[in-house]
């Protein structure tokens, strides 16, 4: 690329952050959008600027001179999904086709419905069975009519559950574990021997950076990520046992009774249970397409990679990431 500055939407949370970071590490000129750039200034070497996705303006301005728009914003604390998320992604098109940026969106497996399972290439049919899926789907149709006027560039890297340093807002942090103590037991959402796809966040990074940095050779793209396929849904609960020291740490089954009976009044809830099927039958993404381009996806050993969670999500108390007392495995 002849200039690499980026403009990150959405620097703040997990795959904006982890992405903004090795954007920066790799030489790019980052700048980060947020609504309160003195809370979210922590991130060192990014510029960050005011301003918030859903004003076309300030996404218009902040895109200027910018090659890459990452599009891994979402609306504040998850509300309103319906009503905001289409206005940003247009706020992020506009942009890109003013500023001749390429959008770099982080895809999902929400886009899909049981007829496409078990396994999903970049071809598999999108009929998805929630609202958020019906949502990712039209974010994408809308990206590809962009892309199909042929002023707007388009990559997208579909991956599994985040789980990794940063993934608040994740069924691994709010489903298995529970954030800020030492681990007295794991809560599992899936049916025993079903599979369950899980995207390490640092990787999802490293795979969209660079499949960004190379030359676009079609206007729209999607690949596919493998992660960490947890073939029958054990893997990681015994990596997380290995981790903490704990071979017989509790399994518990996750109160779907009780979300279903909550989901009327508590929206969260709702859209957990939305998600239940995801957990009942296995559900595998194709990678093909992306070891085609890549040589070979990037990929962090399991049981380094929920260390590395555990101890971002303060589950190893008194545990660095670097320190000698951290459990090694």
């Known amino acids: ?42 991130q060192g070497g990014l510029e960050w600027i005011r301003g918030d996705a859903l004003s076309a ?23 309103n999904w319906g009503k905001l998320v289409l206005p940003m992604l247009a706020n992020a098109i506009a942009a ?31 009929t998805p069975l929630t609202r958020k899926g ?15 006027k042929g002023d707007v560039r388009v990559l997208i890297v579909r991956a599994g559950d985040f789980f990794g340093p940063g993934a ?18 794991i809560t599992y959402p899936g049916k025993t021997g079903v599979g369950h796809q899980w995207a390490y966040l640092p990787d999802v990074a490293e795979t969209m950076v660079r499949l960004a940095e190379r030359e676009a050779r079609d206007a729209f793209a999607t690949f596919h990520m493998g992660g960490h396929w947890d073939e029958d849904g054990t ?18 089954r996750f109160p779907w009774l009780l979300m279903t ?20 039958t296995p559900v595998k993404l194709n990678n093909a397409r992306l070891t085609a381009e890549l040589g070979a996806e990037p990929h962090t050993p399991l049981d380094e990679a929920v260390r590395d969670t555990l101890v971002g999500l303060g589950c190893l108390p008194g545990c660095q990431r670097t320190a000698a007392t951290c459990p090694t495995v």
């Open 1 to 42: 690329m002849t200039h690499r500055t980026a403009l990150v939407l959405g620097a703040t949370g997990g795959i904006g952050g982890h992405v903004a970071r090795r954007l920066r590490n790799g030489g790019w000129t980052v700048r980060a959008l947020a609504r309160d750039p003195g809370k979210a200034g922590a």
């Open 57 to 79: 303006s300030a996404v218009a301005h902040a895109a200027q001179g910018a090659s890459l728009i990452v599009h891994a914003v979402n609306p504040p604390a998850y509300r």
């Open 96 to 126: 890109a086709r003013a500023s001749g940026a390429r959008i770099l969106l982080p895809g999902t497996v929400y886009n899909y419905g049981p007829d496409a399972f078990p396994l999903l290439d970049e071809s598999s049919p999108q």
């Open 134 to 148: 019906a949502i990712r789907v039209e974010m994408e149709r809308h990206l590809r009519m962009a892309s199909d």
């Open 168 to 185: 608040g807002n994740s069924w691994f942090s709010q489903g298995l574990v529970k954030p800020g103590r030492r681990l007295r037991s």
């Open 235 to 252: 893997r990681v609960l015994e990596a997380i046992r290995r981790v903490v020291g704990e071979p017989d740490l509790p399994v518990r």
């Open 261 to 280: 009976a909550a989901s009327p009044f508590v929206p969260l809830f709702q859209e957990l249970v939305e998600m239940r099927y995801l957990w009942e």
